[in-house]
């Protein structure tokens, strides 16, 4: 599993990509990784394009950074979701929850 952030001050916008499986061994770099001043990020974009795999922790990771962001569903995008990605969030609802692109 691999784990890039990129910062844009610019545009208080967060990008976190997740290259492999997502699941529970990322837990703790995922954490690190979505630790910001709040005042600096207002957008969080987690790029799925390389995620082969996500399972239940994964979603519960997403529903902390969720809260995180004060439950707005604009706040956070879930991008580039293949296939199987997405149908794993699908059926938890989380186009409900988060903004699918």
């Known amino acids: 599993m691999a784990l890039e952030i990129i910062h844009h ?3 208080k ?3 976190v990509r997740i ?3 997502f699941d529970f061994s990322v837990h703790q770099d ?3 990784a979505t630790e910001w ?3 600096t990020v207002k957008t969080i974009n987690v790029d799925l394009r390389h995620t082969e795999y ?3 922790s994964a979603l519960g990771m997403l529903l902390i950074l969720r ?3 004060n439950n707005v569903p604009s706040a956070i995008r879930l991008l580039n979701a293949k296939p199987e990605v997405k149908k794993i969030l699908e059926i938890a609802n989380f186009q409900k929850l988060f903004t699918l692109v």
């Open 9 to 11: 001050p610019e545009k």
């Open 13 to 15: 916008e967060l990008t």
């Open 19 to 21: 290259s492999g499986r």
């Open 30 to 32: 995922f954490r690190k």
């Open 37 to 39: 001043d709040r005042d």
């Open 54 to 56: 996500m399972d239940s």
């Open 67 to 69: 809260d995180k962001m």
